[in-house]
């Protein structure tokens, strides 16, 4: 009789609703762990956040032996392995717990797994876990889901004050008595899948460029990262967070996409330094609360309208849309070589370090889709493939966002201009000069727009790939047609 917790993008032992309630259950308790490469090449897992994860895993595995609790790794060779694997597991444990995942193709999965289980008479605990509220609980006053951030936000604090919810991270468990994997169980593994005894450092294949320093893995240097945030910057938060070179923001999104922090733990860290309060308060703290909601609503969209997860557009007239998908236009945006230098200096940021900052993703995301005029999609794709935080429900809701084809999205004629965004949140430069060196000697008058300078040694960085005056017409023109046709 034991009980197995099934870890998927919640890599950590503190404050895991589904390991918390196994270990109360009092069974032994077995992690498992499954290495799947054909999801990481069907959901476009960046290289870099596949070694983040096992980074991530090597110290769960560790944190996981000192509460004497082994850990089961298993590698998925071909799609139906999993279901063979959680037949095996139900006939030789009883209870299977796990955090769910909110994904359309992640839901099935759990459903056909759940089925397996219960079939064999056995029990199943899930949790609702990688949000703070459960998607379908923060509704319209008419039982719908929210489109809209501001009236979800409300909602959302609302449901939190009037059930009185703390929201606060669980309490610590203690360790269980020494138990080791039981070997009827690890032979009739065998016969279904490979089993590997410690976490690799590295995947056969997997070619990584983001140096590991960069990301170090494990929730200790999660939760020092997010206490020294706290310390130290959250109170410049709102003043900050829009300036890339500043490094204003926590830069937590890597260490919350792969569940190694809890979102209950970043908003509970926010509220203690916010004297309790959850709106309100001190400006920076407040703001910064604001986008841990934005991360929950864009998980309740992708919970209530499954077609975002499915390269659909919530607003499903933009369909009609006549993309402009241009290879080389796409190529030059995606090395980081469209003479804009602000863009070019973003592309690159994400390139070397697996990270954008937030304005950059607005910025790239809306050139690609209004002065590309290029689908949504392919960023979005390029996006998931190159970030350590790649999020199917962040990264959906910002492409969106940025296309004007989501949730809430900026409306279709507020196009930022990548060179007054450049001046404006970058004046002098210094992010641009940090990713794109060739552009170093130049002065601030310049940086921006270094075609048209005449002082030596530019002719070598590229013109824009785009006129930014007509490529804003076209799109202008492309979405009133849209709406007109709507009409
Ligand atoms: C085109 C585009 C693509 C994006 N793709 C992703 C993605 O794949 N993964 C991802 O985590 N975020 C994504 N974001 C949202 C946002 O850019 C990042 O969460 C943020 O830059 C992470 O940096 P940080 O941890 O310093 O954030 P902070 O500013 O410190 O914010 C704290 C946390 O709140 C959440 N958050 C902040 N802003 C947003 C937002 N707009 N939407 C959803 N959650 C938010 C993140 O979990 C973040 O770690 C995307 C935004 C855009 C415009």
Redesign the pocket.
Known sequence: MTTIVWFREDLRLEDHSALVHAMKVGLPVIGLYLFDPHAWLKHDTAACRINFNLRNLSCLQRELRKKNIPLLLLEVKHSDDQLNIFEVLANHTSLLCFNNRHEINEQRRDASIEAIWLANGKRIARFIDHVLLSPGTVLTKAGQAFSVFTPYKNAFIRTVIEQGLSLQPLKSFAKQAPFELPIALTKALTRVCRQHDSVPLSWPGIHATVPETYWPGGEAEAQLRLSN?IKTKITA?QKN?DYPSLAG?????????AGVLS?RQ?LYAARCANDGKLVGGHEGIAC?IN??L?????QHVLWAFPRVSMHQPFKLSTLNLAWNNNEPLFSAWCEGRTGLPLIDAAMRQLQQTG????RL??V??MFLTKHCFIDWRW??RF??QH?I???????????Q??ASTGTDAVPYFRIFNPVRQSQRFDPEGHFIRQYCPELASLDNKWIHTPWLCDQPGQSHYPLPIVDLVKAKAHALAAFKALNAAEA
């Open positions: 945030f938060y967070r923001t926590s830069q937590l999104s890597p260490y919350l996409a979102p970043c910064w986008e841990l934005w991360r929950e609503f864009y990270w954008m900052h937030n993703r607005m790239v995301a960023g979005e996006f998931m970030l935080d790649g999020d199917l429900a962040a990264n959906n809701g910002g492409w966002w940025s």
